[in-house]
């Protein structure tokens, strides 16, 4: 895949390209959520690129695979165990979930671009509670102060701790200079997220179209069930 072509390439994913991808991943969830729908099976896999060039400042990165979504109600706990163990949250393990369980795996997938590796060793690690003895999990240090702080964010092994994924769209580190590749033509810097389609857009986002077909397959679904 991408990643590990650009890995062999060229060793590893500088910061900022890890936050240009990580902001797109965040972006749909954060938009999925906002339909009130829950994935279940965030993993690099579930991202699908446009190009075979992740280092592509104009690469772009959709959601997909939906087949563990669910809708899921304000204040609704989720009880089943679906997706892929490795992502699973430490309150998947204990069956009461919410949406910050796509957070945690965002998190997760991050780390593996940043490390090449899983942050945790099966369900005792992830559920292991954090002493300053055992922190929660080990970076290099060419990772930045910035990215260090989203990942433990977005892994805090509380969901109380954990941000929704409207407020780590927000995360300061995510707005990092698109300049890993020198010689190539800088993007128009982003305005401020406010949540909100900027007035000027006169096309419909993509995001909007990715949830119009996932609101659409779960309708149809509910119509089977009715029939």
């Given at each position: 895949?991408?990643?590990?072509?650009?890995?062999?390439?060229?060793?590893?994913?500088?910061?900022?390209?890890?936050?240009?991808?990580?902001?797109?991943?965040?972006?749909?969830?954060?938009?999925?959520?906002?339909?009130?729908?829950?994935?279940r099976?965030?993993?690099?896999?579930?991202?699908?690129?446009?190009?075979?060039?992740?280092g592509?400042?104009?690469?772009?990165?959709?959601?997909?695979?939906?087949?563990?979504?669910?809708r899921?109600?304000?204040?609704?706990?989720?009880?089943?165990?679906?997706?892929?163990?490795?992502f699973?949250?430490?309150?998947?393990?204990?069956?009461?979930?919410?949406?910050?369980?796509?957070?945690?795996?965002?998190?997760?997938t991050s780390?593996?671009l940043?490390?090449?590796?899983?942050?945790?060793?099966?369900?005792?690690?992830?559920?292991?509670?954090?002493?300053?003895?055992?922190?929660?999990?080990?970076?290099?240090?060419?990772?930045?102060?910035?990215?260090?702080?989203?990942?433990?964010?977005?892994?805090?092994?509380?969901?109380?701790?954990?941000?929704?994924?409207?407020?780590?769209a927000?995360?300061?580190?995510?707005?990092?200079?698109?300049t890993?590749?020198?010689?190539?033509?800088?993007?128009?810097?982003p305005?401020?997220?406010?949540?909100?389609?900027?007035?000027?857009?006169?096309?419909?986002?993509?995001?909007?179209l990715?949830?119009?077909?996932?609101?659409?397959?779960?309708?149809?679904?509910a119509?089977?069930?009715?029939?």
């Amino acid at each position: 895949d991408g990643f590990n072509l650009y890995r062999r390439s060229y060793s590893r994913l500088p910061d900022a390209l890890l936050a240009h991808l990580s902001r797109q991943m965040v972006a749909a969830v954060s938009h999925m959520h906002s339909l009130k729908v829950i994935h279940r099976d965030i993993k690099g896999e579930n991202f699908l690129c446009d190009r075979p060039d992740i280092g592509d400042p104009k690469c772009t990165i959709a959601l997909a695979d939906f087949g563990t979504a669910a809708r899921v109600a304000p204040g609704e706990q989720k009880v089943e165990q679906l997706g892929t163990p490795a992502f699973w949250a430490p309150e998947v393990w204990s069956r009461r979930y919410n949406t910050l369980v796509d957070i945690w795996a965002v998190g997760v997938t991050s780390y593996i671009l940043l490390m090449g590796r899983l942050p945790f060793d099966g369900e005792e690690d992830i559920c292991k509670p954090v002493t300053a003895a055992a922190p929660p999990f080990a970076v290099s240090s060419y990772a930045s102060e910035a990215c260090v702080d989203f990942l433990s964010r977005s892994m805090a092994k509380s969901p109380k701790d954990r941000p929704s994924s409207s407020k780590l769209a927000k995360h300061s580190w995510l707005e990092t200079p698109p300049t890993w590749r020198d010689g190539q033509q800088q993007r128009t810097a982003p305005s401020p997220r406010t949540g909100r389609p900027t007035k000027t857009a006169k096309a419909k986002d993509p995001l909007e179209l990715l949830g119009d077909a996932v609101l659409s397959c779960f309708d149809g679904l509910a119509q089977i069930g009715r029939a």
